[in-house]
Every structure is written in C-alpha cells, then in structure tokens.
C-alpha cells in the first residue's frame, strides 16, 4: 500500500532563517505531488505542484521554492523565512490522471 | 477570488441525525468535486467523490449531492456519529494536466451527543 510521510512534525524558525521541508512516497511510481499551506482559520492553498523529477509549477508568487530531486521526494525550501510564512504545511500525492489527492501529516512551522 | 466557497464556518448537529455541509463554487470548467475530513494536526482523508456527470454519490453514511444549475453540491451524513466530528473541505478541480484542486475554507462540525 502507499503511504506518504513528512518531516519534521513542528518547526519553530526565526526570522531570516532558512528552510527546508521533505515529503516522501512510499508504494507507487511517478505520482504527482503537491505543496499546500493551511493557514489559520484558512482553507488549503496550492503553493508547488510536481508531474515528474525536476518538473516544478508555482501556484503562487512568494518566498518558497520547491524542488523533485528523486521520483518520490518532494521538497519545501526558503532562503529567508518570513514571520508570513508561518502555517500547516501539507503534502500530498495522487496518481496521474486521477482526482484523488492523498495527504501526509504535516508540518506546522512557526516563525518567530 | 474565491472560487470554491463554504459560507458555513460550523455546524452542530446531534448524534443520530442527519449533518448537510454545503460548497458553492462559481468556476464553470470545475468537473470533479470531492470531500476530505480533517483532524486538527493531521491532514485530510479523503472521503467521497463525484463527476459532474452525475448528480449523486453514495458511500455508506455519506451521500454527496451535486446541483450543476446552481454550482452547488453537500455532503450528507446519516446518522452522524461523535467520530464525524471535524473539520470538512470541499474541492473542485477543472479538467487540467496535474488535477489540481481547489478548496473551500472548511467547515467545523461538531456531534453533540
């Protein structure tokens, strides 16, 4: 069966610094994969998505970048966090072609 | 512009009865809507689906109803159960090479028992 994992759990950041969130796929082969943000009182927002390694889209112009070194890795990184940046980070992947999106635990980043 | 709405932050329901949560969305090339359950620190399962082909899916205690004239679909849970406490999205995608999808804000139901 296929699961998904993130890590870490929770980050607490200061301002400036920088950051770095990974997702990995476990049980399947070329999925897409997807960076959302949850946050507060807030729905999901689609920050990153990816179809193939080093295939990246942006959804929204902002101080994160993602990266898809490996099939089943999927990355989160910023140079220099901003207070802003602070939220529920979600990853998910589905299969190509289907709707369905399935979704790690998260990570909730706190920027100081 | 948000195009995926739910205009309902909560809804409180007592065990046993019925809890209809509701979505509106304006985006016409929207042809795949779903629903996911939240947890607080957990992310979204996901929980029923429905092709705008068709205007009802059932799946046990949850029935998704799909209104394409008025850009409106609910989810129904009969009877709801303390368990179904959580926070509920609704999303939408359009036709698209990633199915990319768009959410709603949620919906906190609490069962009262």
């Known amino acids: 069966s296929q699961t998904i994992h993130q890590w870490p759990a929770t980050l607490v950041q200061p301002v400036g610094s920088p950051l770095s969130l990974e997702c990995t796929v476990e049980g399947t082969s070329n999925p897409n994969l997807y960076w959302y943000r949850q946050a507060a009182g807030r729905g999901l927002q689609l920050l990153f998505y990816s179809v193939g390694i080093g295939q990246i889209s942006s959804e929204v112009p902002q101080n994160l970048s993602a990266s898809r070194p490996q099939d089943r890795q999927f990355i989160l990184s910023s140079k220099k966090l901003l207070l802003s940046d602070s939220g529920f980070y979600l990853c998910a992947w589905s299969v190509p072609g289907n709707y369905e999106q399935y979704f790690g635990p998260g990570t909730r980043l706190t920027v100081t | 512009d948000q195009q995926v709405k739910q205009n309902s932050p909560s809804l409180s329901v007592q065990e046993g009865r019925i809890s209809i949560l509701n979505c509106d969305y304006t985006?016409?090339?929207?042809?795949?809507f779903l629903w996911y359950k939240k947890y607080p620190a957990e992310g979204p399962t996901f929980l029923i689906s429905i092709s705008s082909i068709k205007d009802k899916n059932e799946d046990g205690r949850f029935t998704v109803f799909l209104n394409k004239s008025a850009k409106h679909l609910s989810l129904h849970i009969v009877p709801s159960q303390p368990g179904d406490s959580a926070v509920y999205f609704c999303?939408?995608?359009?036709?698209?090479?990633?199915?990319?999808?768009?959410f709603g804000q949620g919906t906190r139901l609490t069962i009262n028992p």
């Open positions: 985006n016409s090339m929207f042809d795949y």
């Open positions: 999303a939408a995608s359009a036709r698209s090479g990633a199915q990319k999808l768009v």
